[in-house]
């Protein structure tokens, strides 16, 4: 099953601009973590935040998390066209199965 | 950082046969490995949850006979589709969890079935 929405589907921009992805969820979380996707290849994780943080930094990333709104923002500074790749977030329930539980993603092409 | 791997990478078949797809992880134990399928253009679904040495646990509407999970160490853990059809085409991934249930996930296989 999908936990929720991400918005935008698809977004376009220009290198050197700012992309920001939102991800909604609908049940209570361990963690939230994002990833990206190269067109037909594997995952790789990009950070992860805790339900008990609000903000996180890795390099040009920055993620946001607010519990209360079921939300997160995944926030890519200074885009390069290597950033072009479909983003999705995962959340982890509280329940500690481990299982992640993904958005419906949003596909990002930088244009050069 | 952990490596996980897939084999085959991609593969052709036909109608009414069966494919095995392994998921390895190279450098740790994983206790637990999860199977994921993916749809052209769409997210990750969330197949089954696979524990080293128990059964499988599918998630709603994911038939257990249609795609067998084997766990058989805590090193590889095998999906078969069995009985293949071309809905069943798609983009076959596999994780597994460390420890500290950090999950890293493999490269994935393509399946297209004719």
């Known amino acids: 099953s999908q936990q929720g929405e991400e918005d935008p589907q698809a977004l376009s921009i220009q290198e050197g601009e700012n992309a920001t992805m939102n991800c909604s969820y609908k049940t209570s979380i361990n963690n939230l973590q994002w990833y990206r996707q190269n067109s037909g290849r594997g995952l790789v994780h990009l950070i992860l935040i805790r339900s008990n943080e609000r903000e996180k930094h890795s390099g040009r990333l920055r993620v946001t998390l607010d519990t209360s709104k079921k939300s997160s923002s995944l926030l890519i500074t200074a885009s390069r066209a290597a950033d072009t790749a479909s983003y999705f977030c995962a959340t982890v329930g509280s329940g500690n199965t481990g299982k992640l539980i993904f958005g419906q993603g949003t596909t990002l092409q930088v244009k050069p | 950082g952990a490596v996980v791997s897939q084999h085959p990478s991609w593969v052709i078949c036909k109608s009414g046969t069966s494919v095995k797809i392994e998921c390895r992880s190279l450098d740790f134990q994983a206790t637990t490995m999860f199977w994921y399928r993916q749809f052209p253009k769409q997210s990750l679904m969330l197949m089954a949850t696979?524990?080293?040495?128990?059964?499988?646990?599918?998630e709603q509407g994911v038939e257990k006979d249609k795609f067998l999970i084997n766990h058989a160490s805590l090193t590889l853990s095998t999906l078969t589709v069995t009985s293949a059809h071309p809905e069943d085409s798609s983009f076959y991934i596999c994780?597994?969890?460390?420890?500290?249930?950090?999950?890293?996930f493999g490269p994935g296989t393509r399946l297209t079935v004719t």
């Open positions: 994780s597994a969890t460390g420890l500290a249930h950090e999950q890293y």
């Open positions: 696979s524990n080293e040495g128990s059964k499988a646990t599918y």
